[in-house]
């Protein structure tokens, strides 16, 4: 059973940074991208970084910039260091392995993030 327990999350003042961590179980981690999603108040689940097995990145253009995704495989964790946060930043942010517009197995439970001063 695929699992994900995403972590690090808390309320912020524009600016500032977060890193956010989740661990991975039941796949082997190294073969798969994995993906950063978020989903704001009232807005769709949206995919704002991916990184594949070979750390190749991209990110949505809203994040560019300010968003870097990495990834541990000897320990099947992903990371996403958020700085320049904004308010818009604001949303609960999952990870999965990215199927088309969105993630292939059950979602985590997420972990919010607050940007506001």
């Known amino acids: 059973q695929v699992q994900f327990v995403e972590s690090g999350g808390g309320l912020v003042q524009p600016g500032g940074s977060l890193r956010l961590s989740c661990a991975v179980t039941?796949?082997?981690?190294?073969?798969?991208?994995m993906n950063w999603y978020r989903q704001a108040p009232g807005k769709e689940r949206e995919s704002v970084a991916t990184?594949?097995?070979?750390?190749?990145?991209n990110y949505a253009d809203s994040v560019k910039g300010r968003f870097t995704i990495s990834r541990d495989n000897a320990n099947n964790m992903v990371y996403l260091q958020m700085n320049s946060l904004k308010p818009e930043d604001t949303a609960v942010y999952y990870c999965?392995?990215?199927?088309?517009?969105?993630?292939?197995?059950?979602w985590g439970q997420g972990t919010l993030v607050t940007v506001s001063s």
């Open positions: 039941g796949i082997i981690f190294r073969l798969h991208s």
């Open positions: 990184i594949t097995g070979t750390a190749i990145t």
């Open positions: 999965n392995i990215p199927f088309g517009p969105t993630g292939r197995f059950a």
